[in-house]
């Protein structure tokens, strides 16, 4: 019988396929590489939904080395599978939202009337095709080297998707940013897989592999002469510089502060693009890393603050710059940023359950957000400035309750999943915040951004679809078919409910843990069936290290411990509330108007992203210029001049090498005969066979 | 004696691919003798590349364990079967069949197919019986099976000057370094008493009592395998014929009859002459390897920089990668503990510098074909000609060069790395040094392909030398192929580097 396990190679190999195709003869295909996409996602999809049953119902799958690409005797490079609970989730996850971007994008690009004079569709769909590949086999690597790669791949995937239309002068621009900075922590990620091949002679992530390795080390100091550390340094230190190093691609990918800046450009894309750039692919990828190897940082309590403070603090900087953008992408940009930075921070303190359910439920949300918008920009004959919009509640209802749910759930509303995946965010943060006082702002940080959250989101559902059209194409939009409203209405239902795997205040209260359903998933390390034990990827292993490895404990809050929270989730819910009735009252009125010219130079540092753009330009001619120029002179003095003296020694010395091949066979023999006497009579005299 | 009894357990077998090529040049005579002027050359050539196809098959079946057991030796120690030999089987027919391939098109106008095609499998077939030979007389012998043919093939083109005086030269050459190689032969005889290599080894390893006598024959054997594997100052045939031979000959002799002759000098100096006893005895032959090596290095990189005709370039980066390979013998160490590792690196760059090297010479066939001209600037502007051919070619000299497009990048990488290992570090130095002026002159023929612009307003490629842009295409393929599955071949490698260095 064929196991879901020897397939799992399959749901990254039909995407692939489906690039192909659309690259090779998409152009001759009824509509030009959908339908290949479609029906590969859909496979996907199918062969997903298999394997995690499978987990489900025999255990987790690890075989790292389905294919060796160098054995070099101390190491080799291999590359395999890890199917276990949360690569399993991850795979559903993408490859739905896979498969419900591709079905959008026909209604997006090919029955767009502008879209189509534009033409390239082909080439979009490759694109999508292999963006979702890579992703999906990023998703199921089962090393790190191998994750490395599927990672640059994404990374080049995102690359051509955003600058889809290369013939228009922003999109172009962005692509490369977004290439360039993500690439900026890529090299930092890819000096930390040297490290971590070189200091532990492997990159497996699963038993065996480097986190078990590194903490076992730390928990018992056991194992030491197995790993390598450069010099005297502490080998605890070694390690946090290894995570940080590989923490420099995530935060370019997950576009955390300072590296989220390629973000907000990246809308230059497709709409759907987007979507899957933000939901399920690239940024997801980042964060999907750090819970993959969540064995390797919960040990060290120096990476986790930093994780934990990136987090918080991104969370807030980059909502505080959702509130005052015009531009519905904008908008949205700004605030995956901010909901990535939340997932950082349930990381930073340990929430590995939180993160990876906030993970889920964004992705649902967010993808559904971005569709919605998708959507109006279509109906609209494109138009996303919010100003230009409004009133489009009555034309398109599908689009507005189905973005209203996402927006429920975005900006953190009981019962809507944000709420739940958000406040176990927060909640695990105050835990950890009562012992250590650095964790407290973080989650002081992720508190307050809850409010401008609720405020932004709200500001967007109002100015886009409340009060009246204030332009003729808000007026009378385009209707829409059943393949932009189809996806739409399935993630509104999928962001309604998949709050309630996880109802943590619920579950403390009623004192039932069976409900909390995606905890107890994530802690399944035990194989039911002879399936494969993975005991150091589970939830529990993680707490155990975070606990009394890294140290950092859980304080007790103020009220009882069940009660508690629930009073915390009343806090942030009051403050989403507050955040969505003050935009009611300044946006949900007839004649809304701008207020961020009231805000005077506050409000234009925040409208310029705190001249963060400014700066990073400035670091590259300012100070990288200057000194990319001094190390020109010298290469082209010094070193080049070496090489060009060396050159033309050698030019001159291979003329006269070129005058000894003088055609003529006499002298060849004479040259060979001459030259075997030398040798005999140099070896004879060093042997000292005449003697 | 039966042969069975005389050949030893399945010989027949081990020795598939060399009797498959036998029978092939046979049934070629029988056709020339009945169509003297080969009019049907698409049979004469369907027969060849069956054959060709069908030793290679063989060749690959007995690597994957489908044959009888390797390690065994036949017709009384003569011949060896093991991983080495088919190994470098592998690379010769490999070769053989890329070059016949593009032979097609390439003897579309000339005359005497028939004799062309069967002198290949001669001299092939002489290849894959030096990869066997175990004694230093079929050593010898299948060295001059291969050699005889091959100077027949360069001087194939009679109404070409180049060719014939090439042919000459490599035949006049040939014969003094036959007879250098053969004295030497006589000479180590007559010290240890035996032509078998391990009773030879035997015999060094107890002592000898001419050293001599000994080291005089050593050294005349060292200048022997100079000659075959073109390396300086023994080379001096190698640029004159290449550069006149049929461009496909060209790369028949510069990969496969370089690496066949390299595996014999491998096996002879690991196996009877082992290095510990040889330097007791003062006999240090890996310096003399080690001077070799490093002249070859030179002298090959810094020639081939100032040619100005595509062929005569290669010809010379040809003897330059014989100098790469020469560190797999000047890095041994006696007792070294990454011997295997040298030998292997040596062994894996043949392998990869077979397709490598041939693919590119047959680019300048199909050039030649085209008539394009000889120099570089008459390669101008066929990049956009020929695109594919063209993209071909740069993914193989990128890979000569050692760039990490290609297998060429692993076999350097090993080779070089065993090298520091074994505590040789300044051979890796020359060889990095060499590779990185080797892509100066490897980059003027990429340049003309593809960024400088045709003086004359372009070239008039006429006709489709199918055969020719297929064999250039596997070849480019293969190589870049190795840079992914390079594993299972430095494997084999390492097994046969392991059995003859223990």
Request: with cysteine; aromatic share 14%.
């Given at each position: 019988m064929v196991n879901a396990f020897d397939l799992v190679w399959l749901i990254a190999a039909l995407p692939f396929l489906s690039f192909v195709v659309s690259v090779t003869v998409g152009r001759w295909l009824p509509k030009e590489g959908a339908l290949p996409g479609i029906a590969a996602t859909a496979g996907s999809l199918a062969l997903s939904l298999w394997a995690f049953l499978t987990v489900r119902s025999s255990g987790a799958h690890y075989e790292n080395e389905l294919y060796t690409w160098i054995d070099a005797g101390g190491f080799e490079l291999t590359f395999g599978v890890l199917v276990d609970p949360l690569s399993s989730m991850m795979l559903v996850l993408v490859s739905l939202v896979a498969f419900l971007v591709?079905?959008?994008?026909?209604?997006?690009?090919?029955?767009?009337?502008?879209?189509?004079?534009?033409?390239?569709?082909?080439?979009?769909?490759?694109?999508?095709?292999?963006?979702?590949?890579?992703?999906?086999?990023?998703?199921?690597?089962?090393?790190?080297?191998?994750?490395?790669?599927?990672?640059?791949?994404?990374?080049?995937?995102?690359?051509?998707?955003?600058?889809?239309?290369?013939?228009?002068?922003?999109?172009?621009?962005?692509?490369?940013?977004?290439?360039?900075?993500?690439?900026?922590?890529?090299?930092?990620?890819?000096?930390?897989?040297?490290?971590?091949?070189?200091?532990?002679?492997?990159?497996?992530?699963?038993?065996?592999?480097?986190?078990?390795?590194?903490?076992?080390?730390?928990?018992?100091?056991?194992g030491a002469d197995h790993i390598w550390v450069p010099g005297d340094l502490d080998t605890q230190t070694w390690f946090s510089i290894l995570g940080l190093l590989v923490l420099g691609g995530v935060i370019g990918k997950s576009a955390q502060f300072p590296l989220h800046t390629w973000l907000p450009d990246a809308m230059e894309g497709p709409t759907p693009v987007s979507a899957l750039i933000h939901a399920a692919t690239m940024v997801a990828a980042g964060v999907y890393l750090v819970a993959r190897m969540f064995g390797f940082y919960a040990g060290l309590p120096t990476v986790l603050a930093i994780i934990a403070f990136i987090g918080g603090f991104t969370a807030l900087f980059a909502a505080s710059m959702g509130v005052v953008k015009d531009d519905i992408k904008q908008v949205l940009a700004y605030s995956t940023i901010s909901q990535y930075g939340y997932m950082m921070l349930a990381l930073g303190v340990g929430g590995y359950v939180a993160a990876s359910f906030h993970l889920l439920n964004h992705a649902f949300f967010k993808a559904l957000l971005f569709l919605g918008a998708g959507a109006v920009i279509v109906a609209t004959h494109h138009h996303q400035d919010m100003w230009k919009l409004g009133g489009l509640k009555r034309e398109m209802p599908v689009t507005y309750y189905t973005f209203l749910a996402g927006s429920l759930a975005l900006a953190g509303i009981v019962p809507f999943s944000g709420f739940w995946s958000k406040d176990e965010v927060l909640y695990d943060a105050l835990l950890i915040g009562l012992e250590q006082p650095l964790f407290l702002a973080a989650?002081?940080?992720g508190l307050l951004a809850v409010f401008l959250t609720g405020f932004?989101?709200?500001?967007?559902?109002?100015?886009?679809?409340?009060?009246?059209?204030?332009?003729?194409?808000?007026?009378?939009?385009?209707?829409?078919?059943?393949?932009?409203?189809?996806?739409?209405?399935?993630?509104?239902?999928?962001?309604?409910?998949?709050?309630?795997?996880?109802m943590k205040p619920v579950a403390e209260l009623i004192g039932n843990h069976d409900i909390l359903y995606l905890e107890n998933w994530l802690d399944s390390g035990t194989a039911a069936n002879g399936g494969e034990w993975m005991g150091s990827l589970t939830y529990h292993h993680y707490g155990h290290l975070v606990h009394e490895v890294a140290g950092l404990h859980e304080g007790s809050p103020p009220p009882s411990a069940e009660l508690a929270p629930i009073?915390?989730?009343?806090?942030?819910?009051?403050?989403?509330?507050?955040?969505?009735?003050?935009?009611?009252?300044?946006?949900?009125?007839?004649?809304?108007?701008?207020?961020?010219?009231?805000?005077?130079?506050?409000?234009?540092?925040?409208?310029?992203?705190?001249?963060?753009?400014?700066?990073?330009?400035?670091?590259?001619?300012?100070?990288?210029?200057?000194?990319?120029?001094?190390?020109?002179?010298?290469?082209?003095?010094?070193?080049?001049?070496?090489?060009?003296?060396?050159?033309?020694?050698?030019?001159?010395?291979?003329?006269?090498?070129?005058?000894?091949?003088?055609?003529?066979?006499?002298?060849?023999?004479?040259?060979?005969?001459m030259s075997l006497i030398v040798f005999v009579v140099a070896v004879g005299i060093v042997g000292g066979w005449f003697l | 004696m039966a042969l069975d009894t005389l050949g030893g357990e399945d010989w027949f077998l081990h020795l598939a691919p060399a009797l498959v090529m036998i029978a092939t040049a046979l049934a070629l005579f029988g056709v020339d003798a009945l169509d003297p002027d080969s009019?049907?050359?698409?049979?004469?050539?369907?027969?060849?590349?069956?054959?060709?196809?069908?030793?290679?098959?063989?060749?690959?079946?007995?690597?994957?364990?489908?044959?009888?057991?390797?390690?065994?030796?036949?017709?009384?120690?003569?011949?060896?079967?093991?991983?080495?030999?088919?190994?470098?089987?592998?690379?010769?027919?490999?070769?053989?069949?890329?070059?016949?391939?593009?032979?097609?098109?390439?003897l579309e106008d000339l005359p005497d197919k028939g004799e062309f095609y069967s002198l290949l499998l001669l001299a092939a077939t002489g290849m894959v019986l030096m990869a066997h030979a175990n004694s230093l007389a079929t050593v010898f012998v299948a060295l001059e099976l291969a050699s005889l043919p091959s100077?027949?093939?360069?001087?194939?083109?009679?109404?070409?000057?180049?060719?014939?005086?090439?042919?000459?030269?490599?035949?006049?050459?040939?014969?003094?370094?036959?007879?250098?190689?053969?004295?030497?032969?006589?000479?180590?005889?007559?010290?240890?008493?035996?032509?078998?290599?391990?009773?030879?080894?035997?015999?060094?390893?107890?002592?000898?009592?001419q050293t001599g006598?000994?080291?005089?024959?050593?050294?005349?054997?060292?200048?022997?395998?100079?000659?075959?594997?073109?390396?300086?100052?023994?080379?001096?045939?190698?640029p004159d014929a290449y550069e006149g031979a049929p461009a496909p000959i060209s790369g028949f002799v510069s990969s496969a009859s370089k690496?066949?002759?390299?595996?014999?000098?491998?096996?002879?100096?690991?196996?009877?002459?082992?290095?510990?006893?040889?330097?007791?005895?003062?006999?240090?032959?890996?310096?003399?390897?080690?001077?070799?090596?490093?002249?070859?290095?030179?002298?090959?990189?810094?020639?081939?920089?100032?040619?100005?005709?595509?062929?005569?370039?290669?010809?010379?980066?040809?003897?330059?990668?014989?100098?790469?390979?020469?560190?797999?013998?000047?890095?041994?160490?006696?007792?070294?503990?990454?011997?295997?590792?040298?030998?292997?690196?040596?062994?894996?760059?043949?392998?990869?510098?077979?397709?490598?090297?041939?693919?590119?010479?047959?680019?300048?066939?199909?050039?030649?074909?085209?008539?394009?001209?000889?120099?570089?600037?008459?390669?101008?502007?066929?990049?956009?000609?020929?695109?594919?051919?063209?993209?071909?070619?740069?993914?193989?000299?990128?890979?000569?060069?050692?760039?990490?497009?290609?297998?060429?990048?692993?076999?350097?990488?090993?080779?070089?790395?065993?090298?520091?290992?074994?505590?040789?570090?300044?051979?890796?130095?020359?060889?990095?040094?060499?590779?990185?002026?080797?892509?100066?002159y490897y980059w003027r023929l990429i340049r003309a392909l593809w960024i400088d612009q045709p003086t004359d307003g372009g070239h008039e490629l006429d006709g489709t030398p199918t055969g020719l842009y297929v064999a250039v295409l596997v070849a480019a393929l293969v190589t870049v192929g190795l840079l992914v599955g390079v594993g299972p071949v430095a494997e084999v490698a390492f097994d046969a580097a392991g059995n003859l260095v223990g």
């Open positions: 591709h079905v959008f994008s026909m209604g997006y690009m090919n029955d767009d009337e502008l879209h189509r004079e534009k033409g390239g569709f082909p080439r979009y769909y490759a694109g999508l095709g292999l963006f979702s590949a890579s992703m999906l086999a990023f998703v199921f690597s089962s090393n790190l080297l191998m994750a490395f790669m599927f990672f640059e791949l994404v990374g080049l995937c995102s690359w051509i998707l955003i600058g889809f239309w290369f013939r228009e002068e922003a999109p172009p621009s962005a692509a490369k940013k977004a290439f360039l900075v993500t690439r900026f922590g890529d090299y930092f990620f890819l000096v930390g897989v040297v490290g971590i091949l070189v200091t532990f002679g492997t990159s497996g992530f699963a038993d065996g592999g480097f986190p078990q390795i590194a903490s076992h080390f730390l928990e018992t100091g056991e989650y002081a940080m932004y989101t709200f500001r967007m559902v109002f100015l886009t679809f409340h009060g009246e059209p204030r332009s003729e194409h808000a007026e009378h939009p385009e209707p829409l078919r059943w393949n932009t409203k189809g996806p739409l209405a399935v993630l509104g239902v999928l962001a309604t409910v998949t709050g309630l795997l996880n009073v915390f989730g009343a806090i942030s819910l009051s403050l989403a509330l507050g955040g969505a009735l003050l935009a009611k009252s300044i946006y949900d009125v007839p004649e809304p108007e701008r207020m961020t010219d009231r805000l005077g130079p506050v409000g234009r540092v925040v409208q310029r992203n705190y001249y963060l753009d400014e700066f990073q330009v400035w670091l590259a001619t300012g100070v990288t210029e200057p000194v990319a120029r001094a190390s020109n002179t010298f290469d082209q003095g010094i070193i080049d001049g070496a090489v060009n003296a060396t050159s033309s020694v050698s030019l001159f010395s291979g003329e006269r090498v070129r005058r000894i091949q003088s055609g003529a066979v006499t002298n060849y023999v004479l040259v060979i005969v | 009019t049907n050359h698409r049979a004469v050539f369907g027969v060849t590349l069956a054959g060709t196809l069908a030793a290679l098959g063989s060749a690959i079946a007995l690597l994957f364990g489908m044959g009888p057991e390797l390690g065994t030796t036949l017709f009384s120690d003569q011949l060896v079967a093991d991983e080495a030999s088919l190994l470098f089987t592998l690379i010769v027919t490999s070769v053989t069949s890329l070059v016949v391939l593009g032979s097609y098109d390439y100077y027949a093939l360069v001087s194939f083109l009679t109404d070409n000057r180049g060719s014939v005086e090439g042919g000459l030269k490599y035949f006049l050459i040939g014969a003094l370094s036959s007879a250098v190689f053969v004295y030497g032969i006589s000479l180590v005889y007559a010290a240890t008493g035996s032509l078998l290599l391990s009773d030879v080894g035997t015999a060094v390893t107890e002592g000898v009592d006598v000994l080291g005089l024959g050593v050294l005349l054997m060292v200048a022997g395998f100079g000659f075959k594997i073109a390396s300086v100052p023994f080379h001096f045939w190698a690496a066949a002759g390299f595996l014999i000098a491998f096996r002879v100096f690991t196996t009877a002459f082992p290095l510990g006893a040889m330097q007791d005895a003062g006999i240090d032959w890996v310096f003399v390897f080690g001077v070799l090596a490093v002249l070859t290095m030179l002298l090959g990189n810094l020639a081939a920089a100032t040619q100005d005709e595509v062929k005569r370039m290669l010809a010379y980066s040809s003897i330059a990668h014989a100098g790469y390979v020469l560190i797999a013998l000047a890095a041994l160490k006696s007792g070294g503990a990454h011997n295997d590792w040298v030998l292997a690196g040596g062994m894996l760059h043949l392998f990869v510098y077979g397709f490598m090297n041939t693919g590119a010479f047959l680019f300048v066939a199909l050039a030649e074909h085209w008539d394009v001209g000889r120099t570089f600037e008459d390669y101008a502007g066929l990049g956009e000609e020929a695109p594919v051919a063209s993209a071909a070619v740069t993914v193989l000299l990128f890979s000569l060069a050692g760039l990490p497009v290609g297998g060429g990048f692993w076999s350097k990488f090993m080779l070089f790395g065993g090298a520091i290992q074994n505590g040789f570090w300044w051979f890796a130095a020359i060889g990095l040094a060499a590779s990185a002026l080797s892509l100066f």
